[in-house]
């Protein structure tokens, strides 16, 4: 197997598959041999990363391989509050996006993006930045150094042909995590080998991780019902190839 490390986001489940508890969807995830990406809201909690959830998402993930996915920070302590909550759970990458550090006037606080990757870096973390529509990655990454590494999502095509060649030429010799999932032309999130991303480009991202030696993990974010269900076919799929 080339990627020893899948995990399922939660994200699938409180957007298409929500029955059960958190502690149940999470059981789920473990039951099916795989470790979690965390989000920060589950039904009616809606702010997970604040420290009196710290217990409860501690023991619900213990032995599990753990990522957070940041939240829409608004600023230094939100930051700082999500930062606690992947130490709390054990959690070695924390991913986010640019749109997380805003600066005012549509500018982005790059001084408090390098500071929150150094944080992570010193707790034994790694800050990745995800690739999503507009974002300035190379300015991130110049600014951050080698603290900040790169999160691949499979499904933000920006409408680029290149869209695999681009994206792990540039940044590939960063890449830590990936994001799964394949679009359709007017959406996104879908089961491997279901969207438009074809065979030739998954093998692409198959050959890089190949290169680089890749030890990191992969994250489903995918719909529609049964994650742990579309997550084993998709499996199947990209190792197949």
């Known amino acids: 197997m080339l990627i020893q490390d899948y995990r399922i986001s939660l994200w699938n489940y409180f957007w298409y598959y929500t029955d059960g508890s958190l502690e149940d969807v999470i059981g789920e995830i473990r039951a099916a041999g795989r ?3 965390l989000w920060d809201r589950w039904k009616a909690d809606r702010d997970l990363y604040q420290p009196k959830y710290h217990a409860r998402l501690r023991a619900a993930t213990e032995g599990m391989k753990v990522s957070l996915h940041s939240r829409g920070c608004q600023g230094r302590d939100d930051h700082l509050a999500q930062f606690e ?3 709390a759970v054990g959690a070695d990458v924390v991913v986010v ?4 550090f805003p600066g005012g006037d549509g500018a982005v606080d790059l001084a408090l993006m390098k500071e929150m990757a150094g944080r992570c870096r010193d707790a034994g973390m790694c800050m990745a930045l995800e690739n999503v529509p507009g974002a ?3 300015e ?3 600014t951050c150094g080698d603290a900040l590494g790169f999160c691949f999502d499979t499904g933000h095509r920006e409408g680029r042909a290149d869209f695999f060649e681009h994206f792990l030429g540039a940044f590939g010799d960063r890449l830590v995590h990936i994001h799964l999932q394949d679009p359709e032309p007017r959406d ?5 080998g279901t969207g438009v991303n074809t065979a030739e480009e998954w093998k692409q991202l198959k ?4 290169k680089i030696d890749y030890a990191g993990a992969a994250v489903f974010e ?6 742990d269900a579309i997550a084993e076919r998709s499996i199947r799929f990209l190792e197949g190839l």
């Open 35 to 37: 470790g979690i990406e």
């Open 85 to 87: 909550t992947a130490r």
């Open 97 to 100: 996006h640019v749109a997380h």
């Open 136 to 138: 300035n990655l190379p």
């Open 140 to 142: 991130a990454f110049d």
């Open 188 to 192: 996104d999130h879908w089961e491997l």
């Open 207 to 210: 050959a890089h991780l190949r």
């Open 222 to 227: 995918i719909r529609p019902r049964r994650p």
